[in-house]
């Protein structure tokens, strides 16, 4: 497709569950980013991928959240033994380099029951 | 991650009339972006400033780089109903305003 593409558009799941969230990027891009956005709130950086640098994980919350990048391409967000907290729309984009504008993609709502 | 302070947090406002919005933050930036997000999307690049005093217009939408590097503003003349949205800042990367709701009565 043309732009980033995330699936799925909705889950949800039990507290204490794992989650996997997958991540298309624009074709060609190298750069690659995860945001959460709570409700009302502002988009919050998780975890950046550049090419085939170690990503930047700096903003993860806590050990649950972990992210890979597979080829250089698709990335999936994996939250192990979710909470009613990490409730929120977790939203990637991609960019054509560092610094690069970034384009979104529709994101993915989750929610924990 | 830090996050910008965006004001106002909601506007509402009659069709027709202008709108400005605000973010400012303690640390300087290189770059300041303004997004607009609809219900369900993901959001969507506006205008990106690159420089400070820089002052930028894509349509009815005009923003400026504050000179301090500290702030940014975005202003939206005689809005239209499609219009309504939330709208973010974004200073360097990663770090995101708080958002303003948009609602434009017709």
């Known amino acids: 497709g043309a732009g980033v593409s995330q699936s799925p558009s909705n889950k949800v799941t039990e507290k204490g569950k794992d989650v996997e969230l997958r991540c298309d990027p624009i074709?060609?891009?190298?750069?690659l980013y995860w945001y959460r956005q709570s409700l009302g709130q502002g988009l919050e950086f998780l975890i950046y991928f550049q090419g085939n640098s170690a990503p930047d994980k700096s903003g993860l919350p806590s050990d649950r959240f972990s992210a890979e990048r597979t080829g250089g391409s698709v990335s999936t967000l994996t939250i192990q033994r979710t909470q009613q907290e990490d409730s929120a729309v977790y939203l990637c984009a991609s960019s054509w380099r560092t610094s690069g504008l970034q384009f979104f993609g529709p994101g993915t709502r989750l929610t924990v029951l | 991650g830090q996050q910008l302070n965006q004001s106002p947090q909601s506007m509402f406002i009659q069709e027709g009339e202008d709108v400005s919005m605000n973010c400012t933050s303690s640390s300087i930036f290189n770059t300041w972006l303004w997004y607009k997000q609809d219900p369900g999307e993901g959001p969507v690049l506006l205008i990106a400033l690159y420089k400070a005093g820089e002052l930028t217009s894509n349509g009815r939408l005009t923003a400026q780089f504050g000179i301090t590097r500290k702030d940014s503003f975005l202003n939206i003349s005689a809005s239209i109903p499609s219009d309504v949205g939330i709208y973010f800042c974004?200073?360097?990367?990663?770090?995101f305003g708080t958002g303003t709701s948009l609602t434009v009565i017709p």
């Open positions: 974004e200073g360097n990367q990663f770090y």
């Open positions: 074709s060609g891009h190298t750069a």
